[in-house]
């Protein structure tokens, strides 16, 4: 069984920054191209960053291009978010996704989620 479990969401003032993390187990990570997405209260998930298996490949939202990074340690079977320079904008919920083969930025083509994490931004 294939799980997501995400973690590092909180209360932050503007400026702020926060590192988000992922670790899946129950699929071979090595082969599994991850991203992050989040999602606003009624509003759409939307995509953020994600990254290629092999960490060569990243892509990112132009809202969060320079301030957001995508990072991933096949080792330890997780995916990182950094989050820098935080704004009220960025608050949601974000979730990890996984799906194998390469990456893309549409969520219906990710196999397997997280739960999601809280992110607040006050300002």
């Known amino acids: 069984q294939v799980q997501l479990v995400e973690s590092g969401g909180g209360l932050v003032q503007v400026g702020d920054s926060l590192r988000l993390s992922c670790t899946a187990s129950?699929?071979?990570?090595?082969?599994?191209?991850m991203a992050w997405f989040r999602q606003a209260p009624g509003k759409e998930r939307e995509f953020v960053a994600t990254?290629?298996?092999?960490?060569?490949?990243?892509y990112y939202a132009d809202s969060v291009k320079g301030r957001f990074t995508i990072s991933r340690d096949n080792a330890k079977n997780t995916v990182y978010l950094q989050m820098n320079s935080l704004k009220p904008e960025d608050t949601a919920v974000y979730y990890c996704?996984?799906?194998?083969?390469?990456?893309?930025?549409?969520?219906?083509?990710?196999?397997?989620w997280g739960q999601g994490t809280q992110v607040t931004v006050s300002s």
């Open positions: 129950g699929l071979t990570f090595t082969s599994s191209a």
């Open positions: 996704a996984a799906r194998r083969g390469i990456t893309t930025t549409t969520p219906s083509e990710y196999d397997f």
């Open positions: 990254i290629s298996w092999s960490g060569r490949s990243l």
